[in-house]
């Protein structure tokens, strides 16, 4: 608060629209926005700018490395209660998992988007509440707020996760 000086923190638009087979994840996103916007508030007497960062779809290591998505699936498959992995079946699991894993081979491969928004958000004079780096984001924004939730989610399930 003394040096009156920046907060940016990474996000994810899955913190604002319900991501199919990202509950956990989009959950703790949000919470974390929330946090962000309730820290801008309360330090906005000190002049306290609180940036979050909410790119797109990136190749960074987590994305890469299919390995380890490949590793959690079938610690999945192997932790599931019998009952459950009846209930939804060996093939809707790894049905899930290839559309994933299509998804992540969707990701850009030139992190300056999200470079250049983590810069603006620590030196601008001014800088935005939210970046939102990556192509398509602005669309997908529109689509989740303006369209009607059938719309909505058939354009989630077509371009991420579409049930079998």
């Not at 996000?11 to 604002?16: F, K, L, N, V, W």
């Not at 962000?36 to 779809?57: A, H, R």
């Not at 610690?75 to 998992?97: F, K, N, R, T, V």
């Not at 894993?101 to 958000?121: E, G, K, Q, Y």
């Amino acid at each position: 608060r003394r040096s009156r000086g920046r907060i940016v923190t990474l996000g994810s638009p899955a913190g604002d629209m319900p991501y199919p087979c990202l509950a956990a994840y989009g959950a703790s996103k949000a919470a974390m926005v929330l946090l962000m916007d309730t820290f801008s508030c309360e330090l906005l007497p000190w002049g306290v700018k609180v940036s979050v960062i909410q790119p797109g779809c990136f190749k960074t290591e987590s994305v890469r490395n299919v390995g380890q998505w490949e590793q959690r699936k079938e610690l999945l498959l192997a932790s599931l209660p019998q009952e459950l992995l009846q209930a939804y079946g060996e093939d809707y699991i790894e049905h899930l998992h290839g559309q994933f894993l299509h998804s992540l081979r969707l990701a850009l491969p030139d992190l300056s988007p999200v470079v250049d928004a983590i810069t603006d958000a620590l030196l601008a004079v001014q800088p935005r509440r939210r970046y939102y780096p990556g192509h398509g984001l602005g669309l997908m924004y529109f689509i989740h707020y303006y369209l009607p939730e059938g719309l909505r989610r058939r354009f989630l399930q077509t371009f991420f996760i579409n049930h079998c």
